[in-house]
């Protein structure tokens, strides 16, 4: 092959790459893939220095942008990301936030407009595979912000025509009940977030299973470098056992293939090396 394979995330808000594919980020880059990681906002709607949360006295949209897109530069080094893209739209805020309302907030923002900026990037990188959220934001999620990358990455690759694979994110449904079970035993505190019982993925639609196992570390670094979202990060409060068990693998449903690949796999590049 003569050409470098590559991987693209998109994600919504700096921290988002973490989670659900900072392993795959690391382990492809250390097997020669490029990566490129497309952020679509500056997580203006974060928590500020000291907690302060958006809306209340003393939030600075600006500042807590900057100080997040300090923090997402540093996670991209952990991760050993080759390439960081950001798409500059403002954070629209959870669904229900005063945020919402912003006519810059990217969830306003008309999809086409966003994904011909994206559809720039799919030609200039031309990524083999192209991983983004499910139409739910993430196996339930339902951010806007993570509900408009959906949109925007579904559409930037029809547009273009350019990834022989597309994925979304996974979150298995089995475990899940089990780990939240768990970390509430242990007194995890986990913010705004309630899971709901169908939380996460169905495990019959989830195609790609993927072992970062060795990449924990890495991902744990890269969580702790969102070091000002931190009270909202509860896997960075989770027992290390735990985490473990959790970060040691990541899971997609493969939506699209153009290549010959097995209905199960354990890799995303299947079928293209
Ligand atoms: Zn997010």
Redesign the pocket.
């Known amino acids: 092959m003569d050409r470098q394979l590559t991987l693209m995330a998109v994600h919504?808000?700096p921290?988002?790459e973490v989670i659900s594919t900072g392993g795959i980020l690391a382990r492809y880059s250390d097997e020669g893939i490029r990566t490129v990681l497309v952020t679509c906002t500056n997580g203006e709607q974060g928590d500020g220095p000291g907690g302060v949360k958006p809306g209340d006295p003393g939030h600075d949209d600006e500042a807590v942008a900057r100080q997040r897109l300090e923090e997402l530069r540093e996670s991209v080094a952990h991760l050993g990301i080759d390439h960081l893209e950001l798409l500059g739209y403002r954070d629209s805020g959870m669904d229900g936030w005063e945020g919402n309302e912003h006519g810059a907030a990217f969830a306003n923002v008309p999809v086409e407009t966003a994904a011909a900026k994206l559809v720039a990037l799919m030609e200039h990188y031309r990524p083999d595979v192209v991983v983004t959220y499910d139409e739910t934001g993430g196996g339930g999620y339902g951010?806007p912000?993570?509900v408009q990358a959906h949109r925007v990455a579904v559409a930037a690759a029809e547009a273009s025509g350019i990834p022989a694979k597309f994925y979304y994110t996974a979150i298995p449904r089995s475990g899940v009940k089990q780990m939240f079970e768990g970390m509430r035993a242990s007194g995890v505190d986990f913010g705004d977030f309630e899971p709901s019982d169908d939380f996460g993925t169905p495990d019959e639609l989830v195609t790609s299973m993927i072992d970062v196992s060795p990449y924990v570390e890495r991902k744990l670094k890269a969580l702790q470098a969102h070091e000002s979202q931190g009270e909202n990060i509860f896997l960075l409060r989770m027992p290390e056992e735990a985490q473990h068990q959790v970060f040691s693998h990541e899971a997609f449903i493969r939506v699209s293939c153009r290549v010959e690949a097995p209905d199960h796999e354990d890799d995303l590049f299947a079928g293209l090396r």
């Open positions: 919504a808000h921290d988002d951010h912000d993570h």
